[in-house]
């Protein structure tokens, strides 16, 4: 017999929120080059201290980035935030978020990250609507 035994290559699909998907060693970047790599123009929201917050929205979807300047903020930061649900990207020492998915699972591909994600009450998980 030929054995024919092909690994389904889709067989790792984002329907499991509690094991995080990464891929190796996050490079790290700017609020300007995940926005640049998003295809879009960054609108600041937030710059302080620790952080600064930008968004922005295109045909792709809506995008909310941050870059830290401590891994510790970062930490800090995230440990909030998914307080309140939600998905992130996370990388060295930046954050991103978009709706949808898709988006991040591509800019992780260029950037690196893990794809985090809180608890909320909704049950989004994957399911088309």
Avoid: H
């Avoid at 640049?36 to 620790?50: L, R, Y």
């Avoid at 939600?86 to 978020?97: A, E, I």
């Amino acid at each position: 017999g030929g054995g024919g035994g092909k690994a389904d290559a889709k067989a790792e699909t984002g329907g499991d929120a509690t094991r995080p998907s990464a891929s190796p060693a996050p490079k790290a970047a700017r609020v300007e080059q995940l926005a640049s790599a998003a295809g879009c123009k960054p609108e600041f929201t937030t710059k302080v201290d620790d952080y600064r917050q930008a968004v922005c929205k295109n045909s792709k979807g809506k995008f909310v980035f941050l870059d830290f300047v401590t891994a510790k903020g970062q930490r800090d930061w995230l440990e909030t935030a998914q307080m309140y649900g939600g998905v992130y990207l996370v990388g060295n020492r930046w954050v991103l978020s978009s709706s949808p998915r898709k988006n991040m699972e591509r800019l992780r591909d260029e950037f690196g990250g893990t794809i985090e994600g809180g608890t909320s009450y909704g049950s989004a998980s994957g399911t088309p609507q």
